[in-house]
Structures are given as C-alpha cells and as structure tokens.
C-alpha cells in the first residue's frame, strides 16, 4: 500500500511585523530620540521579557536601534541596558506601521459582531 505524504505550505511572515514588534515600534516611535530601559518597554507593552528582549536583540542587529549600558541612578545598583531608534530604524519603523495599519484595522473590524 502507497503512503501519502502531507505537506503544508506556510506562507513566512515578513520580518519585524508581528504584533508584538509593531507595539515596541510604536512604542518607541512616540520619543524616537530618547534612551528606553527594556523594563520600562516591558511595562507600557505587557510584553514578557521571554519576548520584548529578543525583539530588542533583533532590531538592534538589524541595525533599527543602538543600544548602550546606562550608569545606575543609585548606588549600588547594576548598570541598564537602554535602547533607542536609530534614524533608519525610525523610518524603516514607520514604514512597517503604516505597512500593517490597514491589515491591523481589518484584524479589529472582523472581531466586531455584525462586520464582515
């Protein structure tokens, strides 16, 4: 008897447009020149540090953000990673925002009871 064999075809999503790097795009677009702690990021994002910091690993080896160690505040306290958008992570950012707007929109009106 022939085996049947099974493949399935996934299309690969495009780099850097899931949703959770366009909430982190976002999120540092807002202040795009200013140094962000990934605590803070995870904080205003909801995003676990299981994900938000290889999101920072990628975009900073893509060459989206620079990176630097922050001397502590207080005493005794270890040096923080910070992170902010280099000006081609900031274009290339807000390409990728406005790229995912509309899929975005048609994501929140399928949801909506009534819409089609």
Same mark, same amino acid.
């Given at each position: $008897?022939? !085996?049947?064999? @099974?493949? *399935? @075809?996934? $299309? +690969? %999503?495009l780099p850097n447009t899931s949703p959770q790097t366009l909430s982190v795009l976002a999120l540092l677009l807002e202040s795009p020149r200013s140094w962000h702690y990934g605590y803070a990021l995870s904080q205003v994002t909801g995003l676990k540090s299981g994900t938000l910091y290889p999101i920072l690993l990628r975009l900073a080896d893509? &060459?989206?953000l620079e990176t630097r160690w922050a001397e502590p505040e207080q005493p005794g306290r270890p +040096? %923080?990673?910070t992170y902010r958008l280099t000006g081609a992570g900031a274009r290339a950012a807000r390409? !990728? /925002?406005? *790229?995912?707007a509309p /899929? %975005? $929109?048609t994501r929140r009106l399928a949801?909506? +009871? &009534?819409?089609r």
């Open positions: $008897m022939a !085996k049947t064999t @099974y493949v *399935e @075809y996934v $299309m +690969p %999503r893509q &060459g989206w +040096p %923080r990673h390409t !990728k /925002l406005a *790229e995912a /899929l %975005r $929109m949801a909506v +009871p &009534g819409s």
